[in-house]
C-alpha cells in the first residue's frame, strides 16, 4: 500500500474527525475593534499526524543507517529523498494529514455555527472566513531554486495572503497580511510562542495569580488547576512585542480581543 499510515488509522480517523485536542489547540471566541465578533479555532490533524511522522521518521532512520548515511543518527535528522517511494509516500500522506485537518476544523466550525444560531435570535452572517495551516512542508520556490520548506511555528505569508497569528489565552490575536518577505521564505510566526517549557510553567507560575490575570478582564478562560498553567498567559511571549518584531513579514488587519476560549 502506498498508505500504510492511512489504512491503520481510518477507523480512528471517523471518531477523531471534529474533536478540539490538548496541548495548545482552542476555540476562542473574540472582538475586533469594529465589535465584529469572530471565533478561531486552532487544531490540526489530531493523532493521525503523529502517527504519519513517527511511521516515515523510523522508515527513514532505518534506511539512512543501511545506506551509511553521513549524518550523525545522535542529531536526529533522518532523511528521505523526495524522488523514493518512500519520500513520495511520505509526502502524499502528509497532504492526506492537511486535508483531515481541514475537515476536523471546519466540522468543529460548523457546529459552533449551529450553537450560536440556537441562542442568537437576531439576523446574522458570516463576513469572512480564512483556514491556514501550520507544521507541514511543502515545495516552493525561493531564490531562483525550488526547495522544501518546513514551516513548524510558522505560516505562509506571500504577499496579499490572509494569515491568522493568535496569542496566548487572554491576550490578543491577529488577521493579517502578508508582505512576501524573501528572506523570511515568506512566512511569520504562527502566534506568540513560549518562554517556558510545560513542565516549567506549571512547577513555577502561580494558579491564583494567573486565574486573576483573565478573570479581571472579564474572559471566560480555561486556567482550573495547576495542570492548566502550561497554557496560562505567562507562559507565552508578550503577542505585541511578537507583532512589532515582524512587521516586516506581515500588516495587522485585525486585532482581535478575546471573550472567551475552550480548550481541549
Known amino acids: 500500500s502506498m498508505t500504510p499510515v492511512y489504512d491503520q488509522e481510518k477507523k480512528?480517523?471517523?471518531?477523531?474527525?471534529?474533536?478540539?485536542?490538548?496541548?495548545?489547540?482552542?476555540?476562542?471566541?473574540?472582538?475586533?475593534?469594529?465589535?465584529y465578533i469572530w471565533?478561531?479555532?486552532?487544531?490540526?490533524s489530531r493523532n493521525f499526524g503523529k502517527q504519519v511522522c513517527d511511521y516515515y521518521n523510523k522508515v527513514a532512520k532505518r534506511l539512512n543507517e543501511s545506506w551509511y548515511s553521513s549524518v550523525d543518527p545522535k542529531?536526529?535528522?533522518?532523511?528521505?529523498?523526495?524522488?523514493s517511494d518512500e519520500g513520495q509516500?511520505?509526502?502524499?500522506?502528509?497532504?492526506?494529514?492537511?486535508?483531515?485537518a481541514l475537515a476536523n476544523r471546519t466540522l468543529m466550525a460548523n457546529r459552533i455555527i449551529e450553537i450560536i444560531k440556537a441562542v442568537v435570535d437576531e439576523d446574522w452572517q458570516i463576513v469572512a472566513e480564512t483556514d491556514v495551516h501550520h507544521n507541514y512542508a511543502a515545495i516552493e520556490n525561493h531564490f531562483g531554486q525550488?526547495?522544501?520548506?518546513?514551516?513548524?511555528?510558522?505560516?505562509?505569508?506571500?504577499?496579499?495572503?490572509?494569515?491568522?497569528?493568535?496569542?496566548?489565552?487572554?491576550?490578543?490575536?491577529?488577521i493579517v497580511e502578508g508582505l512576501g518577505n524573501p528572506d523570511s521564505f515568506m512566512?511569520?510566526?504562527?502566534?506568540?510562542?513560549?518562554?517556558?517549557?510545560?513542565?516549567?510553567?506549571?512547577?513555577?507560575?502561580?494558579?491564583?495569580?494567573?486565574q486573576k490575570?483573565?478573570?479581571?478582564?472579564?474572559?471566560?478562560?480555561?486556567?482550573?488547576?495547576?495542570?492548566?498553567?502550561?497554557?496560562?498567559?505567562?507562559a507565552y511571549k508578550d503577542i505585541d512585542e511578537v507583532m512589532e518584531n515582524q512587521?516586516?513579514?506581515?500588516?495587522?488587519?485585525?486585532?482581535?480581543?478575546p471573550l472567551a476560549v475552550v480548550k481541549g
Open 39 to 44: 471565533f478561531m479555532i486552532h487544531s490540526g
Open 89 to 100: 509516500m511520505y509526502q502524499n500522506e502528509m497532504s492526506l494529514a492537511l486535508e483531515f
Open 247 to 257: 512587521k516586516d513579514l506581515v500588516k495587522i488587519v485585525h486585532k482581535l480581543e
Open 187 to 210: 512566512s511569520c510566526s504562527h502566534g506568540a510562542g513560549r518562554v517556558m517549557s510545560r513542565s516549567k510553567a506549571k512547577k513555577e507560575l502561580d494558579l491564583k495569580e494567573e
Open 75 to 83: 542529531w536526529d535528522l533522518a532523511f528521505l529523498p523526495l524522488e
Open 146 to 174: 525550488n526547495v522544501m520548506v518546513h514551516r513548524k511555528g510558522a505560516t505562509r505569508a506571500r504577499a496579499g495572503e490572509v494569515g491568522i497569528i493568535p496569542g496566548s489565552q487572554g491576550t490578543c490575536s491577529y
Open 213 to 234: 490575570r483573565l478573570d479581571d478582564k472579564g474572559i471566560l478562560h480555561s486556567i482550573r488547576g495547576v495542570g492548566d498553567l502550561d497554557e496560562a498567559t505567562s
Open 12 to 35: 480512528k480517523l471517523y471518531h477523531q474527525v471534529g474533536t478540539l485536542g490538548g496541548g495548545n489547540h482552542f476555540i476562542e471566541v473574540q472582538r475586533d475593534e469594529d465589535g
